[in-house]
């Protein structure tokens, strides 16, 4: 089991290096998921986001999340072959948490992947964009 801090890693770079992890066998916690950013000018970010959440049908379809720990973990099943067998479970060992829950504060976390302190360009952090798609948290 590997506990992964969120806070200020950019969300592709996470995506990956989880998914990787995750079909390769581990159990992976994610911590403070609603810190972690989306590279890009924040319009385009919120725009491509609304219409994600708006395509489809209420009833039918496809169903896009607007907290922030369910935002960090459609983008790893978005690296996960999550149709398959191999994928299903892969993504069944993937837990996201916004904030530290009691449960993992005593152990030790990682960051992976690149930090927002390395970029030079503009980023949005998912607490940001849950709250434009009006989430709950």
Known sequence: ??????KNCILGRLATEVAKKALNG????????????????KEAI????????KRGTPQHGPFFPSNPD??????IRGMLPYKTKKGKEAFKR?????????????LESKK??????????????????????????
Do not use: W
Not at 1 to 6: C, K, Q, R, T
Not at 33 to 40: K, N, P, R, T
Not at 46 to 53: D, T
Not at 94 to 106: A, L, M, Q, R, S
């Open 70 to 75: 369910q935002i960090v973990r459609r983008a």
């Open 46 to 53: 919120f725009k491509k986001y609304l219409e994600r959440r």
């Open 26 to 41: 581990e159990e992976i916690i994610i911590i403070n998921a609603e810190q972690a950013a989306i590279s890009g000018k």
């Open 94 to 106: 993937i837990k996201t948490f916004v904030g530290i829950p009691e449960k993992y504060k005593n």
């Open 1 to 6: 089991m590997e506990v992964i801090d969120a």
């Open 112 to 137: 992976i992947g690149k930090q927002i302190d390395e970029l030079k360009c503009n980023f949005v952090f998912i607490h940001e964009l849950s709250k434009f798609l009006k989430g709950k948290k």
